[in-house]
């Protein structure tokens, strides 16, 4: 079932892991078949270096588990979620990346102060309310889900595939698995370049609204003109 | 004797020095038999490249080398105190790792700021105080332990397996010589998360007691989902 | 068509790739030959452990694309304004690395501390002004150049062979393709040693003229007397 | 002539290449053979990959080049002042490793904060004044030496194995080329951890003197007992 996207996702993992942002067994990938409506993840816990496609869970919208012989990650929930309600994006990526957990740490979103932060994230990524003792007891995983969607109501998640979960971590998504590894990985540099700027400069201003366009756009406008070709 | 706990604790400081977190041969694990009444550990000073699991270093628990033909670790009185006082635990690691140390030489403890630190340590990562003059001249490795365990006298190992020496470096610890690893590096990471944290945000304050306590059993509790099964 | 210079380009791409500077497709490097008129650049957007020479496009002064089957760097109107006016350069390197980053964010030039820095650079790095909305919505690129240009206007590039532009990116340039990747990897050092000796001692001042004129000069004056020639 | 020296000083400034601590060509070790009158140290901006045993240079202790068809490094002068005033150290690495440039550029002494630190060095690492304009402008690497020299009138180079030079980078030594290279990559790991330690805590103290004198003498002292033997 699905073995295309079981290897699409394993492959996500696997650059996941070889980018360097992973400590442990700290993240997890998923991608999605909106035609099946059916979700592929990374089983729970599980070393890296030792998974193949078939250790992959298949997941349905309901939550259930539909294939797979591992548990799924605990954050399958969370990832449902957003499924659900972003109907464009193709894959997520959890990471525990260092800067961005310090910029959700510090319940602070990661301030757009230049050009890198424009070609990826159109404008400040984003941070959640920290939940609440209630959303925290009972069904803990979705309600997380639940206040990234809150924080993006006004919010559109194809320009900004990227989440500060307050005193926890990033998500990110986009087109596919590996697409989300992609904007995890840039998340992370433009965290660490706000970081240092945020030190040399404490009292920057955001970059200005015409240059965040232009960079966003030549990347991902409809007139896009990076890369070889519009859907890069 | 102990052939498989040798080449546990030969594969724990192996996988120790690839974790990234070990200058020089700064740094050692052991891993116990609680049913024979002895440990193994690393020898002194001896590169890791260099080791084999015939290296290692059997200690009975009144201090005694009973087989080896290495002197071990000068740390070899700390890990006794700790077997002794901490009947749960099977290993013990002990590094340098860079925000550890910067942790313990500012003789701070570790906030817990996030969920990824209450994923492994349930609160702040302790300091103990200062040993005194008369401490460090005499049996100055013993006295280490002492003080780790006077600063444990209200803390559960098992749910904080790790500490800091105020001016010197971490100690870990685990269900196993290997395990004891994987909390050295979790603590490193979140040493590093915890530093980032505070420039950005001074004056952040402790993750919330419902949040640490759903993360910490999440992994650990008696009703653990993370991971494939509860061993884990 | 430029076979040489087209395999010294891809060369150099690939160490730029290799030095660690690079996340994603972050970056570019290209090389001029004076005598004909042309120079060579990376592809937009392709992996750089999946270019061969063959994919290097070769760009005329007019900015025409005069061979290959890839679109050129979406920064290629850059370079060429940089060819245009600095006519003793043979190669250019344009990355997003992390500290030289944070100072171009910062709206701060890199001030030269010490004689790591003035091995290579001949006093602070400048940072252009930020683009106006105008150059930024027409001709973007080229614009780009041109503020580089009017910073320059009383700066020797051959001395000075770096500059942050605001809120964007370094660009490095040098005697060769190579040789700008080595200029590249030299302002992330110093770039870093700055940052760091900034935090350790806010106010301190520039390094001494004298100093600056000695180390420059072993390196890069007339009587050179670093490596094993004059030109190296 | 002197095969042996030459390969245990090649392998040292491999070693340094391999540390981590290098970019570029930034860095070079040598190694003396007392019993000869002579020393063996790095070509002039070579790169260290390229290398071989053969490639070593030469120096008697008036400076000149006794073998070698390279250059010797431009900072063979300062290696002769060391070696003709310390007797009793067999070689030297000097880098421009990151943390250790920044207390330099900072004008300060990395202070002895931790154990880390008191393993390796004893107390505060010392920092130079800068060289006056006549200094650099006649002999500038012999008057390195000699300002270093300047600093050392009341320390002990065999208890303190390491200096900054003023807004330049750090010269360390050792018993050969190879202890050289360990103590360069254990003042580099002090720096850094120096570093953090103030940026949590600007003002701690340094460590005890009794805690000072008691990791020194652990690993250096005629009691050491770290390690497999005294000559460790």
Known sequence: MLEKLKKEVWEANRALFHSGLITLTWGNVSGISHADG???????????????????????????????????????????????????????????????????????????????????????VPVTRLLTEQEVDNAYERNTGMVILERFKQVDPLTMPAVLIAAHAPFCWGNSASDAVKNAVALEAVAKMAFDTLQLAPDIGELPRHVLQKHYERKHGVNAYYGQNKEQ
């Open 38 to 124: 059916l979700f592929v993840i990374k089983p729970s816990g599980v070393e890296y270096a030792e998974m193949s496609p078939d250790d992959m869970v298949v997941v349905d919208l309901n939550g259930n588990v539909v294939e797979g012989k591992n548990r799924p990650s605990s954050d399958t929930a969370t990832h449902l979620e957003l499924y659900k309600a972003f109907r464009g994006i193709g894959g997520i990526a959890h990471t525990h990346s260092t800067y961005a957990v310090a910029f959700a740490q510090a319940l602070k979103e990661i301030p757009c102060l230049g050009t890198t932060h424009a070609d990826h994230f159109f404008g400040a």
